[in-house]
């Protein structure tokens, strides 16, 4: 796991100093700690030099290009990893972030075909994937996570792309005679080209869901769309081109028994936790106590048969929030060392303006600084985590899928009226729309709401992109969710688990998200995923039936706890209040953009507002945390 960073003029400035590189790789240092690497280039004189990463040095005034890497070693630890990485020519230049873990099943072939390797690396198999199949059959043949940028110089080509899911970032900073990209945002501070300017036409999206999908608020900063590549030619400009698209599955008509379904889905998600476990350094599990991580853990340790596996946990005095009780049953059913570390209301309000800082956006879930204290002293023990991410999006394991398939329920139907229930005619003109109850289903506050915060909020703005992106989805409703769910709700929950793992030099894997797992998802019988549509308890209902299997019935099939934060009581303690109400509160009422007298009202009744409105003070809080620390 490693960190990007570099830049490339498309007027006819040059490059002069890597002075700005050096500081915008020195801003990511936390990504790739191990090895840095400086590499300027030409498309136009088809030239590259590499430059010294230790200190500012001149360049060549020959260079519109420059490319910077971080290194987190993982595999082959030795120098002969170092990125950037070039082809024996040198005229191809690549810097690869993430792991590919099908990567080793091509090396005879590559060999067969005249290629040498001078190292037991993934990036070099990548590099010579390229030099023999182009970039399209390069990518389509990678089983993993990556950010990859790549200059072909004898093509005159820049490539930039990222894995399938969107489980490793790349961003794209576009202005006036030149381009930036890297893996941080933070990355294009050092730029004097970059300006932090607040993007408000994407604020009612973000007041809504918590995020803008891949788009961020910084103004010119978009993240690469995942299972998409873009080509930079100094003739053409950029080109986008997508390599993989969920809408390729579609549920088969196959129906195999449910014994039999459950069989290649157990071995299946084995094989995928058996090629993550490739590492040349410790390695360990996340483990929650829930379905997702526990079944991870519960493969893991059935592969290694050794003493060397560890879990990691994030545990609260608070028994209503903790799954330690299922923590330990894994882990003694498992005989695994256990690292138990509890999350508390000091640690969280000291730790919310440095996670804001590594996520480089409003906080999107109260659980992220959770997630920022696991890795933290996960380091101490291991330098790779596998993690449960992904599980709920591609087998249906949230409880909206059962709403959603079920709209007009009645359960479903009175609790939606419920949460609107100041506005019932919008809530109901709203939800005859079976694209507004898809979108609106992962949002985080009512229209209602968020109109009240900002008073020219804008629905139809706020749903615009999502709407487009489900009405893109084809197959059942569950499907359609499925699908949905993968390109909009997934890639943010990824970016959290990255920023917050990379902020402590951490490398988190996501067995769950392998390609020939999501694959055979789309192969299971709809019925074998939610065989009772108004049953919660029943979602995702193959994995919980392989969880049983492993840990029993009652560990299974209990209600869905997810990772929840006791959010009420940590801003009721008297430091986050004072820092509410001396830092935050203040800022929120001189910016102007919200109405600050209604988050006021909430700040000075955190005890007795509601459960939404809590969630609505949480978006406002860690929105302005964001834009006061980036200063935008």
């Known amino acids: 796991m490693c960190g990007i960073a570099g830049y490339y003029y498309t007027s006819e400035k040059k490059i002069g100093t890597t002075h700005h590189l050096i500081e915008a790789l020195e801003s990511q240092r936390h990504r790739g700690p191990d090895d840095t690497g400086i590499r300027a280039f030409s498309l136009t004189s088809m030239a590259s030099k590499e430059y010294p990463a230790s200190t500012p040095e001149t360049v060549q005034d020959v260079f519109e290009g420059i490319l910077g890497f971080n290194r987190l070693s993982i595999l082959d630890l030795s120098q002969n990893g170092h990125q950037p990485m070039c082809s024996p020519d040198g005229q191809v230049i690549l810097a690869f972030n993430g792991e590919i873990y099908n990567a080793f099943e091509y090396k005879d072939e590559l060999q067969a075909a005249g290629y040498q390797f001078r190292s037991n690396t993934d990036t070099e198999v990548i590099l010579y994937l390229y030099l023999l199949y182009g970039f399209e059959g390069m990518i389509k043949r990678l089983n993993g996570m990556f950010a990859i940028v790549l200059a072909d110089l004898r093509k005159q080509q820049l490539f930039l792309a990222r894995d399938r899911f969107g489980i490793k970032p790349l961003y794209l900073f576009e202005t006036t005679g030149m381009f930036a990209f890297a893996s941080e945002i933070k990355s294009f501070l050092p730029l004097p080209e970059f300006k932090a300017i607040l993007n408000t036409e994407l604020l009612d999206e973000y007041l809504l869901f918590r995020n803008a999908i891949h788009r961020t608020l910084f103004k010119n900063v978009s993240c690469l769309t995942p299972g998409t590549y873009q080509i930079y030619t100094p003739s053409s400009g ?21 014994a039999v379904s459950l069989k290649e889905t157990g071995q299946l998600v084995k094989e995928s936790v058996n090629r993550q476990l490739l590492s040349d350094v410790k390695l360990g599990c996340q483990l929650s106590g829930g379905v997702d991580s526990s079944l991870v853990t519960y493969f893991a340790q059935a592969i290694k048969q050794d003493n060397l596996l560890e879990t990691v946990s994030v545990i609260f005095d608070d028994a209503a929030f903790s799954e330690e009780f299922y923590i330990d049953q894994v882990a003694k059913k498992l005989g695994l060392l256990s690292h138990k570390f509890k999350l508390e209301p000091t640690y969280y309000l000291n730790s919310f303006e440095k996670a804001t800082w590594h996520f480089e956006s409003p906080l999107n879930h109260p659980n992220t600084i959770g997630i920022y204290l696991l890795s933290q002293q996960a380091k101490k023990y291991v330098t790779v985590l596998l993690s449960g991410e992904g599980a709920d999006e591609v087998f249906g394991g949230y409880d909206r899928f059962s709403h959603l398939v079920n709209p007009y329920y009645w359960k479903t139907f009175i609790s939606g009226l419920k949460r609107s229930r100041n506005h019932p005619f919008q809530f109901i003109n709203r939800y005859f729309s079976a694209a507004n109850r898809a979108v609106l289903a992962a949002a985080f506050m009512t229209p209602e709401q968020a109109k009240l915060l900002k008073r020219d ?36 929950l990824l970016l959290r688990q990255d920023k917050m793992s990379m902020a402590h030099s951490i490398e988190n894997r996501v067995p769950f998200l392998d ?27 193959s994995l919980k039936k392989l969880a049983e299997t492993a840990f029993g019935e009652s560990f299974a099939f209990r209600d869905k706890q997810g990772f929840g934060i006791p959010l009420r009581a940590f801003f009721h303690s008297k430091p986050f209040q004072s820092y509410i109400k001396d830092e935050i509160l203040p800022a929120i009422i001189d910016r102007g953009l919200f109405n600050g007298s209604e988050v006021e009202k909430w700040c000075n009744n955190v005890n007795t507002i509601s459960v939404a409105d809590i969630e609505s003070l949480w978006i406002m809080i860690s929105f302005e945390a964001w834009a006061k620390k980036f200063k935008v």
């Open 238 to 258: 950029f080109t986008s081109h997508t390599f993989f698209d969920i809408e390729e599955y579609q549920r088969t008509a196959l129906q195999p028994t449910l």
């Open 457 to 492: 909020f804008q629905l139809d703005r706020a749903l615009y992109e999502r709407k487009k992106l489900y009405e893109s989805t084809s197959g059942s409703t569950f499907d359609r969710q499925v699908k949905y769910e993968i390109k909009s709700y997934l890639p943010d």
């Open 515 to 541: 390609n020939e797992l999501v694959a055979h998802a789309f192969s299971i019988p709809e019925k074998y995923l939610m065989p009772d549509g108004n049953s919660i308890k029943n979602l995702k209902y």
